[in-house]
């Protein structure tokens, strides 16, 4: 039996990295799953690490599947270590609703994140996603302005990414792919130009891959713009904010959803000031959405 890493995903395959190989064309192991694994209602996901055994016919059987240090279902991969949420500045417009409902998952899986803003070359006049991205900044985030088409912030993003194991994930459209390009001179992606008419990206990209890079691996995967509280509880939704969190403490009750409950801390920040009043409104949306969840399931 052999062990090896799941780099790539795709219509019920799945390809190893032999323990010991570099990444090449020919090094991969093309495996299919044990049945046993359905019936455990368990699959094996991209950044498994497994044991293998090979067939007569030299096609693999993943036996076992390693133990996971983070598991995302949205991406379905495990073991990452650092999340790169990639929003763009224009085409489309900086959402920071969506960047706050991606930043919960994040969080939730206790993964470091940063966030990578790309076509900073467009509309240069306009400045107003400069100072929506601040906050975040002030809150810890590691934030980094690129232009892939100017190569611009390209090389600090690389450094970054340098031994790590990363997951690309964001908003269809804002140059994922043309990012991970430039970051891998050669690779050539598959990219397609935005919609105008619609005003959305195409899904460009239509599997979870690792890449290998600088001694890490990055994962480029398919984009998507809606994401689900599945598997969040309410109570534990503010410390998913980790401004709201600071203040959640000094609430009256523990469990405080920081709602309509009495000598509530962070409901007298938002009030006072100290707190983003469209953070707290974003938290109080997918309070909302959890509770919905919870009322139909």
Request: aromatic letters at 8%.
């Amino acid at each position: 039996m052999a062990k090896g890493l799941i780099v790539k995903a795709l219509s019920g395959y799945y390809y190893v990295l032999p323990d010991g190989e570099q990444p090449s064309k020919d090094a991969f192991v093309q495996c299919r799953a044990r049945g046993i694994f359905k019936k455990q209602k368990v699959s094996p996901l991209v950044g498994d690490q497994v044991d293998y055994s090979l067939t007569e016919n030299g096609e693999g059987i993943i036996d076992a599947i390693g133990d996971r240090m983070s598991e995302l279902i949205r991406p379905p991969i495990s073991n990452v270590e650092l999340a790169v949420l990639v929003f763009s500045v224009q085409e489309p417009a900086f959402n920071v609703q969506l960047l706050d409902k991606f930043l919960v998952h994040i969080e939730k899986e206790r993964l470091t994140t940063i966030i990578v803003l790309t076509k900073t070359d467009l509309l240069p006049e306009d400045t107003g996603w400069r100072k929506e991205i601040e906050p975040y900044r002030e809150m810890g985030y590691e934030v980094y302005l690129t232009s892939s088409k100017q190569h611009l912030g390209v090389e600090e993003v690389r450094e970054r990414l340098t031994g790590a194991v990363s997951v690309f994930a964001g908003q269809s459209g804002v140059g994922k792919s043309s990012l991970v390009n430039a970051l891998l001179p050669g690779l050539s992606l598959a990219t397609d130009e935005i919609s105008q008419r619609l005003g959305r990206g195409k899904h460009t990209t239509r599997h979870v891959e690792l890449i290998p890079l600088s001694g890490g691996w990055v994962a480029d995967t398919p984009g998507f713009s809606q994401l689900d509280f599945t598997g969040l509880e309410a109570e534990d939704l503010s410390e998913c904010f980790r401004d709201l969190h600071v203040y959640a403490p000094a609430c009256r009750f523990r469990g405080c959803l920081h709602h309509k409950e009495p000598d509530c801390a962070v409901r007298t920040a938002v009030e006072e000031g100290k707190l983003a009043s469209w953070r707290y409104e974003h938290y109080l949306q997918f309070l909302t959405e959890i509770k919905e969840r919870k009322r139909r399931y």
